[in-house]
C-alpha cells in the first residue's frame, strides 16, 4: 500500500493539478483511492503537528512571561527594602556616639563606661596583630588620655578640598553582594585635637572608626583607626 501511495505521489508531483484529471492515475480509481487516502493521512499528521508545535510555543511564552514577572517582582521587593531605611534607628546611634566622644572630651570616664556593653571586642588603633581587646582596656586607654591632655575637643566630618562633609555613615550600594540599608555599623569620620598637658603643644589626628551596638543600645563592637605615632612626633617636634 505504502510502496502504491509513494509511486502516486511522485507520479502526481509530475502535473499541475489543473492537468490531474489526464494523469494515468484517473484511469486507475484504486490506485487513486489509495493515494487519496494517504494525502488526506498526511494532511491530518501535518495539521496535528502544527498545532502541538504551536501549543508548545504557547506554554513557552507563558512560562516566559510567568518567570519574568516573577524576577521583576523580586528587584521591586529588592528596591523597597533599600528605598525604605530606617533612619530613625541611624539618628539614634549618632547620637549616642556624638553623646560617647563628648564624654571623653568631659574626661568623664565614668558616663563613657555605662555606654559600653561589659562584653564589647575593641581593637586599637596601634597594631597588634588584630588581637581584640575588651572593655577594661579601651577605659584604660582613654583615661590616658585624659591624663596626659587636655581641652580635647572633637571636630564631626570629613575634610574636603573646599568644605567639610558629613561624618556619620552606614549601609552600602557596593560591593552588590554585601549591599545593605540597615544602620548596623556606624562608620564615624573626624579630626581629634587637645593641649599636651607636659609640653603644652597643640596636637591633632584624623581619626576613623567603626562603631556597632546591641538591642539594648550599648556599644558591643569598635574598632579605631589613627596614627598613634604621629601625636608623638607632634609632641616631640621642635619649635
Request: charged share 20%; aromatic share 12%; glycine share 6%.
Amino acid at each position: 500500500m505504502f510502496h502504491i501511495a509513494e509511486k502516486a505521489r511522485e507520479h502526481f508531483a509530475q502535473f499541475p493539478f489543473a492537468t490531474f484529471q489526464n494523469s494515468p492515475l484517473n484511469s486507475n480509481p484504486i490506485e487513486f483511492c489509495i493515494f487519496k487516502e494517504h494525502l488526506n493521512n498526511s494532511n491530518f499528521l501535518t495539521t496535528n503537528n502544527m498545532k502541538t508545535k504551536l501549543l508548545g510555543m504557547m506554554l513557552l511564552a507563558v512560562l516566559t512571561l510567568i518567570g519574568c514577572k516573577e524576577q521583576a517582582s523580586q528587584t521591586e521587593m529588592a528596591a523597597e527594602t533599600m528605598d525604605t531605611p530606617d533612619y530613625a534607628d541611624f539618628d539614634k546611634k549618632v547620637e549616642m556616639i556624638r553623646a560617647f566622644y563628648q564624654a571623653h572630651c568631659n574626661e568623664d570616664l565614668e558616663a563613657q563606661s555605662a555606654m559600653l556593653s561589659d562584653t564589647m571586642v575593641w581593637s586599637p588603633p596601634a597594631w597588634n596583630g588584630n588581637q581584640m581587646l575588651g572593655k577594661e582596656d579601651l577605659l584604660a586607654a582613654l583615661k590616658a588620655y585624659h591624663d596626659n591632655y587636655e581641652n580635647i575637643q572633637w571636630h564631626e566630618g570629613i575634610v574636603m578640598a573646599d568644605s567639610t562633609v558629613n561624618g556619620y555613615w552606614s549601609g552600602s550600594v557596593f560591593p552588590e553582594a554585601t549591599a545593605t540599608s540597615v544602620a548596623d555599623v556606624i562608620r564615624v569620620y573626624g579630626t581629634w585635637t587637645a593641649t599636651h598637658t607636659e609640653s603644652g603643644k597643640e596636637i591633632g589626628v584624623k581619626f576613623f572608626n567603626l562603631t556597632t551596638f546591641n538591642e539594648d543600645g550599648l556599644v558591643v563592637n569598635s574598632s579605631d583607626y589613627f596614627d598613634v605615632n604621629g601625636l608623638a612626633v607632634q609632641i616631640a617636634a621642635e619649635e
